[in-house]
């Protein structure tokens, strides 16, 4: 084993999308330890991944034990989980691992305080896509987290997509854009493949129209950016009197770009009331 030990508490859609890219880029299989809740799906998750999976029903020890060992530990459970956790590992965890929530609305300043005084936290806020190794990650350090430690996690993250640095008070906003954007890309993925079925496609090569559509031209957005945005990117498509501009007539007729915006204020709005329900306001 090389590289740090590293922990995932909860084992899934979020934290299971890290483990694909961070073993896909590199990590060793025995360099993890995660847990689950039930023993059912400790045993076929650790079949899917290839690591140690450690089953909460069998073993109330199972977080501490898994964290004990780690550098590195990420939290995969759900908001309202997330300070029982760190409440339950904080005696068994190393004083310099560094601790690594993935959730949604749980701020640093939670985390710091059910943890031990000193412990290294960082918030991120990543996407499932780091599955593929096109992720996008939001990260913000806690008071106590080092430049190396940022650098290390940033690093390990950074293998399976691209990783931004930024405030804590920007994390919702990343979160609506990025955290469920890839939700939002499947929903017009969703949508194109019903329009392709209505136009009398087989069913199964509109869903792969649709899917490769998107893919390209989420390349062609990344290949030119600083040349071309996405705004000219949609005129180059659009001629003048022709078909494409029927389609986008009639989605500014439906007002969908405001549609869009008001959808993702809505999920950053959501993040912040979660905070407040965290508080306990
Ligand atoms: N799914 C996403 O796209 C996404 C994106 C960004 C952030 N997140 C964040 O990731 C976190 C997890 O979300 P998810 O979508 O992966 O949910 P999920 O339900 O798929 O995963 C949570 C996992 O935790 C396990 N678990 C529950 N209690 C446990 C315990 N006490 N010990 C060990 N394991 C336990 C569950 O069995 C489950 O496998 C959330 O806080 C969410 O805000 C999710």
């Given at each position: 084993m090389t590289g740090p030990k590293i922990a995932m508490l909860g084992l899934g859609s979020m934290n299971g999308a890290i483990l694909t890219g961070l073993?896909?880029?590199?990590?060793?299989?025995?360099?993890?330890?995660?847990?689950?809740?039930?023993?059912?799906?400790?045993?076929?998750?650790?079949?899917?991944?290839?690591?140690?999976?450690?089953?909460e029903e069998n073993d109330d020890a199972a977080n501490r034990t898994a964290a004990a060992q780690a550098e590195i530990v990420f939290l995969g459970v759900k908001p309202y989980q997330i300070t029982d956790l760190c409440a339950g590992i904080k005696d068994a965890l190393k004083p310099g691992a560094v601790v690594v929530s993935v959730a949604a609305a749980v701020t640093l300043e939670m985390m710091e305080a059910a943890l031990a005084e000193g412990q290294p936290v960082i918030r991120t806020m990543p996407n499932t896509p780091l599955s593929v190794g096109a992720g996008v990650v939001g990260l913000s350090a806690g008071t106590h987290t080092s430049q190396q430690q940022v650098e290390l996690v940033a690093e390990l993250l950074?293998?399976?997509?691209?990783?931004?640095?930024?405030?804590?008070?920007?994390?919702?906003?990343?979160?609506?854009?990025?955290?469920?954007?890839?939700?939002?890309?499947?929903?017009?993925?969703?949508?194109?493949?019903?329009?392709?079925?209505?136009?009398?496609?087989?069913?199964?090569?509109?869903?792969?129209?649709?899917?490769?559509?998107?893919?390209?031209?989420?390349?062609?957005?990344?290949e030119n950016q600083g040349k071309a945005d996405a705004a000219q990117l949609r005129r180059n498509v659009t001629s003048p009197n022709g078909t494409t501009e029927q389609a986008i007539s009639t989605f500014d007729a439906a007002d969908m770009g405001q549609t869009i915006r008001a959808g993702a204020a809505?999920?950053?709005?959501?993040?912040?009331?979660?905070?407040?329900?965290?508080?306990?306001?």
């Open positions: 073993l896909s880029s590199g990590v060793s299989p025995e360099q993890v330890v995660a847990t689950s809740r039930s023993s059912e799906s400790a045993q076929r998750r650790s079949q899917h991944y290839g690591v140690q999976v450690l089953a950074g293998a399976s997509g691209s990783v931004h640095v930024i405030p804590e008070e920007q994390i919702d906003a990343l979160s609506a854009i990025a955290g469920s954007g890839p939700a939002y890309a499947f929903y017009l993925a969703e949508q194109m493949a019903a329009a392709g079925a209505e136009l009398g496609l087989d069913p199964e090569l509109a869903a792969g129209l649709a899917a490769e559509t998107i893919y390209g031209a989420g390349k062609m957005l990344l809505a999920a950053a709005a959501r993040a912040a009331e979660i905070t407040g329900q965290l508080r306990g306001q």
